[in-house]
């Protein structure tokens, strides 16, 4: 069914084309695609994401109202159905509302969290427009505030997504396509990192203070060592032997840590030190910058997609020996065989291992 919105009364600042008509969107396909694209996100259980679905599924049943956008008694009987049980049922209208305004607030903290992925999805149906959550206040009594996603034309970040991503949809047999995750249990360091540590000014030198002047400190230390042991002559090397080796230790474990930083801007993406690793060490740090983000960033994420062999999931992870100083992506069900190159910036990767 193709639901054209010439007829629609969303504002038309968002759905008109630049002749004023609007060329054929989707809108059913397009809500039906974002209650998919929910429905894989790891906080599809929480409310805030019924409420989503919840405006999903009331502007698909009126899709002819879904620009004017529904209030919070339309929206608590949607969840209640969509979760098949009452939510908030015996509450007062205020009341109501007030639950629905706390679960907004939380979707639109959650929602930039989710731009690539609905990007992806959107892509990969075709859908040309991006959705973005919109409120109309009421204003006092009678007048209720309403809730609605619009479809915008895409603005130019989810733009240069967008044209990854048609190169994406393009994929044939055999290749895999990744999307990004968020990392989830993150601990204290990671979660500074899963947020995207902000590489400028005064940020950018913490950054380098923190993990980089221990280990110009330690070379140093070591420079120094090696005269003082010179100096000695070879036949006083014996009572230094000891902090020699703690020292070596030392130096090894600092080195250890902070490789793969040290990576990040010749390599743009790698794994992540150990101590932001999980248990399945598939914690990457992505190296973000403009023109493609808004802004220099070190973001610390998880790249995952379906193997077209199996259907398991693949992550992205180390190469490891076979593929020395690459990332690839190993399918969980068969993580030695089924391996596929991986690509952060077109998300698409080829099957490694041809018959
Ligand atoms: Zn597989």
């Known amino acids: ?24 969107f ?5 809500f039906f695609c974002l209650i998919d694209c929910s429905n894989d996100w790891k906080e599809h259980d929480k409310l805030c994401v019924s409420l989503l679905q919840a405006i999903c599924q009331l502007s ?15 929206i608590r009987d949607e969840i209640s159905s969509l979760r098949a049980r009452a939510w908030a049922g015996a509450d007062s209208r205020d009341e109501v509302s007030d639950k629905v305004r706390k679960q907004w607030k939380a979707l639109e903290d959650l929602w930039p969290k989710k731009v690539e992925i ?18 109309i206040e009421g204003g006092g009594t009678g007048r209720p505030s309403r809730y609605l996603v619009n479809w915008t034309e895409q603005s130019d970040l989810v733009a240069d997504a967008s044209e990854i991503n048609s190169r994406k949809s393009s994929i044939t047999n055999g290749q895999i396509k990744y999307v990004c995750e968020d990392i989830v249990d993150a601990g204290f360091i990671a979660r500074v990192f899963a947020k995207g540590y902000e590489l400028s000014s005064w940020r950018r030198w913490i950054f380098i203070l923190i993990f980089f002047i221990p ?16 100096n000695l002559g070879s036949s006083n090397f014996a009572p230094y032997i000891g902090s020699i ?19 990040v801007p010749t390599r743009k993406i790698t794994l992540a030190p150990w101590w932001m690793q999980s248990t399945d060490d598939d914690r990457l740090l992505e190296l973000r910058k403009p023109p493609q983000y808004p802004e220099r960033i070190l ?7 379906h193997c077209p062999i199996c259907g398991g999931k693949v992550y992205a992870k180390s190469g490891e020996w076979e593929f020395y100083g690459r990332i690839v992506g190993r399918c969980d069900e068969a993580p030695v065989e089924h391996v596929f190159s ?14």
Not at 215 to 230: D, N, R, S, T, V
Not at 245 to 263: E, H, M, Q, V
């Open 1 to 24: 069914m193709n639901n054209s919105v010439d007829n629609s009364p969303l504002p038309h600042k968002h759905i008109q084309g630049t002749n004023g008509v609007e060329t054929g």
């Open 26 to 30: 989707d809108l059913a396909k397009s």
């Open 60 to 74: 698909i049943k009126q899709i002819d109202r879904c620009g004017l956008g529904f209030d919070s008694w339309e």
């Open 118 to 135: 609905i990007s992806s999805y959107t892509a990969n149906s075709h859908i040309s427009r991006f959705p973005v959550l919109e409120k």
């Open 215 to 230: 280990m110009f400190l330690g070379y140093c230390y070591a420079i120094l060592l090696i005269f003082h042991l010179k």
């Open 245 to 263: 080796s703690i020292f070596g230790i030392a130096i090894t474990i600092l080195w250890l840590s902070l490789r793969k930083l040290w990576f």
């Open 299 to 305: 973001v610390a994420v998880r790249y995952s997609g």
């Open 342 to 355: 991986f690509d952060h910036v077109t998300k698409i990767g080829r099957f490694l291992r041809p018959h």
